[in-house]
């Protein structure tokens, strides 16, 4: 199932660096999320998005912006990359119709290092 | 303020026997839960959802609204239950954000 895509899958990069994850969906679904997965911490929100011209924070989006270019498409950018922010990324989207019970559909995972 | 609390980092147990993950919620509303399951080398994925009051896979949960708790259960483990497992809640006005706990691993030993 390739319905929800994200790159690099992996990426080892030094503090300061700037970098883009990627995530396109071919699910035609409205709604996009940003999480990183952290040993113990479980799955935090970063940026969601309900579309192209709706974007919101979550919990944890100090150090990271996004961009949503088109409904396919959501990137999350570190301007300056730091080591805490190491850690396993992952897109997930959602049909907006699907309502209350709608399922969340989550990507691969993109796993970044900043050294 | 959402928050999902499962207490138990690590649950081993052998196969057959039962299996109880403990998850405990923190809101003023009313909450809809849901349980994601993360095999290995897969995606994360819905498990269970307790408006639908499905089982699957042998797994059921329970809303216990004073308890605040929607511990998931299996009767009798198996192997391939083996994954991670997160419980996540979202208000049931309205689904706007999926809030996570921090995940529980199951290890079902043979």
């Known amino acids: 199932d390739a319905d929800v895509t994200q790159t690099p899958r992996n990426r080892i990069t030094k503090t300061g660096k700037r970098i883009m994850l990627e995530c396109s969906q071919t699910k035609g679904h409205d709604r996009m999320y940003w999480y990183r997965q952290d040993p113990g911490l479980g799955l935090r929100l970063i940026y969601y998005?309900?579309?192209?011209?709706?974007?919101n924070k979550g919990e944890i989006s100090d150090g990271y912006s996004v961009s949503r270019q088109a409904q396919a498409k959501f990137s999350l950018s570190l301007e300056s990359a730091i080591p805490n922010q190491t850690a396993l990324y992952f897109c997930?989207?959602?049909?907006?119709?699907?309502?209350?019970?709608?399922?969340?559909?989550f990507g691969e995972g993109s796993r970044l290092t900043v050294l | 303020a959402q928050r999902v609390t499962q207490p138990e980092k690590l649950l081993s147990v052998f196969k057959g026997a039962p299996v109880e993950l403990k998850c405990n919620y923190s809101y003023s509303g009313s909450p809809e839960l849901f349980w994601y399951v993360q095999y290995s080398r897969q995606r994360l994925q819905l498990l269970l959802r307790h408006i639908s009051r499905e089982s699957i896979k042998g797994f059921t949960a329970d809303l216990n609204k004073g308890e605040t708790s929607f511990h998931l259960k299996k009767p009798f483990a198996q192997e391939e239950d083996s994954a991670m497992y997160y419980c996540a809640l979202t208000p049931s006005t309205g689904f706007q954000k999926l809030v996570f706990g921090t995940g529980t691993r199951l290890l079902v030993s043979p």
């Open positions: 997930a989207t959602k049909d907006s119709d699907s309502g209350i019970a709608g399922e969340l559909f």
């Open positions: 998005s309900f579309d192209v011209k709706d974007i």
